[in-house]
């Protein structure tokens, strides 16, 4: 694979990724009806919607600002983390789009792994 490839490839997967999180951030900030209810069945509270949505809005701008974006990846990772225990543990069966998005940042991570540092 070409140098170009891999990094127009992966500017791609960086833009998509940030696309589903702002959309999805945006729809829990915003109080989309499914989402209130989602959180509604979670039991934790409004707040926490609100916290989730803004995590997912800072983390996909993060994932360009450079020097960030191992940080808004490793926030995002975490994020899909806790999505995938609660729709395992609360919601439902309906875990593969946490664990395929929480996969696709760790990917980004991983790439960005120089920003962490020990």
Known sequence: MTT???KYGFWALKGLLAAVFLSAG??????????????????IGQWFRYLTGLIEVVSAVLLFIP??????????????IGAAAAHLLILGPSVVPALVLGGLTAIVLFVHRDQITA
């Open 4 to 6: 170009s490839l891999k």
């Open 26 to 43: 945006g729809a829990k900030l915003v109080g989309a009806p499914m989402m209130v209810q989602t959180f509604e069945v979670v039991g």
């Open 67 to 80: 020097g960030k974006q191992a940080i808004g990846a490793g926030l995002l990772v975490g994020t899909m």
